[in-house]
């Protein structure tokens, strides 16, 4: 999974290119590092999900149901350098 360029999610990745792709932080405004899936008013929609879970949801729903070893490890290295992943 090769990250695209832009201003991307720091959770899932996902390229925000239009206002509305943009999470809300708790006033309402836009939050700059978030999407609108992973963020809403200030907080993670799911704020318990692992990296792991999340590689899994970005590839269901990019309809790649079965990753391999290798897919996952590339998916893991580039969602590990979004700012939700650094540890």
Do not use: V
């Not at 206002?19 to 008013?41: I, P, R, W």
């Not at 879970?53 to 290295?77: F, N, P, V, Y």
């Amino acid at each position: 999974m090769e990250m695209p360029k832009g201003p991307l999610c720091q959770s899932c990745g996902m390229p925000m290119k239009k206002d509305e792709h943009f999470g809300t932080n708790a006033e309402g405004g836009k939050n700059e590092d978030y999407c609108t899936y992973c963020y809403q008013k200030g907080q993670f929609t799911e704020p318990n999900i692992t990296m792991d879970e999340m590689i899994r949801k970005i590839a269901e729903l990019t309809k790649q149901q079965s990753l391999s070893a290798e897919d996952m490890e590339r998916a893991s290295k580039s969602l590990s350098k979004l700012k939700r992943w650094q540890k």
